[in-house]
T-cell receptor
């Protein structure tokens, strides 16, 4: 069975602060994919990043960075210098290699206060 | 990325009626899925829409309640039948297997359904 845990239900930060969203996953498969999605108030899920299990390189994209650590089964997401437009619900998700269905975490609601 | 259009974007329906949601992808995809997101909750997979055959339903979801069609590689419909207030949710269409991004699952903007 696969499982994704996002322990942080809601986070509030003041604009320009850095914030890290935690994601811990469970799977017995050696091949898997991890994802982060953003869901703004409009409701659409916006794809942010995909990482496969064989690539532990951290990634940076502008103000966003992701830290993938297989040793702790974590795939954390950091927003640097947060902005009001970052306010959304963020979902971490997992798909194992031969299994096309995606398991979503429960989401972390981020509120950035101006 | 894929453009996934869902119609309607929102609706308010009476108990006992049915609503059909349409999902159109702007290019051919391997797989299409339907999810439900209840207020303040995560996404729950309803079913995988199979092209030319019956959909594959997850535990707790049945064809009589959520009939699904997928006549081709770019289009699918989900019907919510005999609705009750408990069906009030966001319903999201998703597509996987887009050329150039075969491992990324994209989502439509969702249909916000309220049942009175």
């Amino acid at each position: 069975a696969q499982k994704v845990t996002q322990a942080q239900t809601e986070i509030s930060v003041v604009e320009k602060e850095d914030v890290t969203l935690d994601c811990v996953y469970e799977t017995r498969d050696t091949t898997y994919y991890l994802f982060w999605y953003k869901q703004p108030p409009s409701g659409e899920l916006v794809f942010l990043i995909r990482r496969n299990s064989f690539d532990e390189q951290n990634e940076i994209s502008g103000r966003y960075s992701w830290n993938f650590q297989k040793s702790t089964s974590s795939f954390n997401f950091t927003i640097t210098a947060s902005q009001v437009v970052d306010s959304a619900v963020y979902f971490c998700a997992l798909r194992t290699g031969g299994y096309q269905k995606v398991t979503f975490g429960t989401g972390t609601k981020l509120q950035v206060i101006p | 990325s894929a453009v996934i259009s869902q119609k309607p974007s929102r609706d308010i329906c009476q108990r006992g009626t049915s609503l059909t949601i349409q999902c159109q992808v702007d290019s051919q995809v391997t797989m299409m899925f339907w999810y439900r997101q209840q207020p303040g909750q995560s996404l729950t997979l309803i079913a995988t829409a199979n092209q030319g055959s019956e959909a594959t339903y997850e535990s707790g979801f049945v064809i009589d309640k959520f009939p699904i069609s997928r006549p081709n590689l770019t289009f699918s419909t989900l019907t919510v039948s005999n609705m009750s207030p408990e069906d009030s949710s966001i319903y999201l269409c998703s597509a996987l297997g887009l050329a150039g991004s075969p491992d990324i699952q994209y989502f439509g903007a969702g249909t916000r359904l309220s049942v009175l």
